[in-house]
Antibody, heavy 120, light 110 residues
Framework: EVQLVQSGAEVKKPGESLKISCKGS????????IGWVRQMPGKGLEWMGI????????RYSPSFQGQVTISADKSISTAYLQWSSLKASDTAMYYC?????????????WGQGTLVTVSS | QSALTQPRSVSGSPGQSVTISCTGT?????????VSWYQQHPGKAPKLMIY???KRPSGVPDRFSGSKSGNTASLTISGLQAEDEADYYC??????????FGGGTKLTVL
């Protein structure tokens, strides 16, 4: 069974760093892309970027370039999303999703989401 | 990159059909046959319902169908059921290896 399991909810202060994870199982982790999607409270979905765990090729949406870092460790089938200095506006639910290609529309299995709360 | 435009809300009675539109530009919806639709129930992760404009993943009822004309894609749900009440998001490939979502549409089953 294909699964993406994300790390648990986080509560952080502004200026702190954070790295959340997304572990894949039940499929060949290195032959699909992993995308990250933000959903701010009560708002819609936003595409952040995508990584190919096979060679760590990473592409960012212009809105998120320079704001976050996407990485992956294929040895443990895990993708990451990290911030070096959180802002209150980073408060959101973050989802990882398996994508069939860097070009395309098929993104089928989603993680359960990681809620990040940034508050002083 | 601007979000794709969806109606804020649509509604229909059980058994009826509803259509949700998703309008973009020639740089996204109109430029590629890479539109997908996601269903999201409150407090849950999104679920893929349609990809590549009109393809249905295994397990998605054939009551759900997708189409595209020019810069506008559409999701049609026929034979509405109470369980279809949810938020629906379109998503399009937008070039430069990125994607853009619509603002979301709340479907109410009356």
């Amino acid at each position: 069974e294909v699964q993406l399991v994300q790390s648990g909810a986080e509560v952080k202060k502004p200026g702190e760093s954070l790295k959340i994870s997304c572990k894949g199982s039940g499929y060949s982790f290195t032959t699909y892309w992993i995308g990250w999607v933000r959903q701010m409270p009560g708002k819609g979905l936003e595409w952040m970027g995508i990584i190919y765990p096979g060679d760590s090729d990473t592409r960012y949406s212009p809105s998120f370039q320079g704001q976050v870092t996407i990485s992956a460790d294929k040895s443990i089938s895990t993708a990451y999303l990290q911030w070096s200095s959180l802002k209150a506006s980073d408060t959101a639910m973050y989802y990882c999703v398996r994508a069939w290609g860097i070009v395309g529309s098929r993104a089928d299995y989603w993680g359960q989401g990681t809620l990040v709360t940034v508050s002083s | 990159q601007s979000a794709l435009t969806q109606p804020r809300s649509v509604s229909g009675s059980p058994g009826q059909s509803v259509t949700i539109s998703c309008t973009g530009t020639s740089s996204d919806v109109g430029g590629y046959n890479y539109v997908s639709w996601y269903q999201q129930h409150p407090g849950k992760a999104p679920k893929l319902m349609i990809y590549d404009v009109s393809k249905r993943p295994s397990g998605v009822p054939d009551r759900f169908s997708g189409s595209k004309s020019g810069n506008t894609a559409s999701l049609t749900i026929s034979g509405l059921q109470a369980e279809d009440e949810a938020d629906y998001y379109c998503c399009s490939y937008a070039g430069s290896y990125t994607r853009v979502f619509g603002g979301g549409t709340k479907l109410t089953v009356l």
